[in-house]
């Protein structure tokens, strides 16, 4: 089945700088490519996401890029606020519309 | 976008018993997921919820632990049977809406004693 990796598992940054957190799959097939932001005690939210025939998507001070030729894809927040503080899931979605989760990335911005 | 509401949003059971957990959305949705999220953890898939037919459950799930219903395209349930302290985890239903976007339920915070 599908395998994703995500680094790092925590991620410290200053306010005002940008965080990037990175995932690599092993299915080529995949094609559907989501990140999904958790708070403490909440649902997880999709904040963006990627499909496999696009290199790149920008939604404000989100941005998600794909290489497919490499299967990674990395999620960059520019101008990171403390409300951005949380943890940060990759998922891929292969076959059976079923999504594989990466382990998570614990971000914390610091005033 | 689809609105997913959970019953219970907690529970605190005995070591042995059995807890219903109820999702409900607010269209008719043809895919709807159950997963399992244990304290510190990542998303893990238990199983697919097909209506009409049995559930397609991971590896590592079976359904005599993890019984599914799903009698409508808007409503499932999951079942944590004979329970154990290493079920204590959050459970999340989730749906595909719209294109292909997975929305997720609040989940069910079970602790079990």
């Known amino acids: 089945g599908e395998n994703v990796e995500q680094h790092p598992s925590t991620l410290s940054v200053q306010e005002g700088d940008s965080a990037v957190i990175k995932c690599t799959y092993s299915?080529?097939?995949?094609?559907?490519f989501p990140w999904y932001k958790q708070e403490l005690g909440k649902r997880p939210q999709l904040i963006i996401d990627?499909?496999?025939?696009?290199g790149e998507k920008k939604d404000q001070r989100i941005a998600v890029t794909l290489n497919k030729t490499a299967k990674h894809f990395s999620l960059h927040i520019t101008e990171t606020q403390p409300e951005d503080s949380a943890v940060y899931f990759c998922a891929v979605r292969g076959g059976g519309n079923k999504l594989t989760f990466g382990t998570g990335t614990q971000l914390k911005v610091e005033l | 976008s689809a609105v997913i509401s959970q019953k219970p949003s907690r529970d605190i059971c005995q070591r042995g018993t059995s807890l219903t957990i109820q999702c409900q959305v607010d269209s008719q949705v043809t895919m709807m997921f159950w997963y399992r999220q244990q304290p510190g953890q990542s998303l893990t898939l238990i199983a697919t919820a097909n209506q009409g037919s049995e559930a397609t459950y991971e590896s590592g799930f079976v359904i005599d632990k993890f019984p599914i219903s799903r009698p409508n395209l808007t409503f499932s349930t999951l079942t944590v049977s004979n329970m154990s302290p290493e079920d204590s985890s959050i459970y999340l239903c989730?749906?595909?809406?719209?294109?292909?976007?997975?929305?997720f339920g609040p989940g069910t915070r079970l602790t079990v004693l």
């Open positions: 299915d080529s097939a995949s094609n559907y």
């Open positions: 989730s749906v595909v809406a719209g294109t292909d976007t997975q929305y």
């Open positions: 990627i499909r496999s025939n696009v």
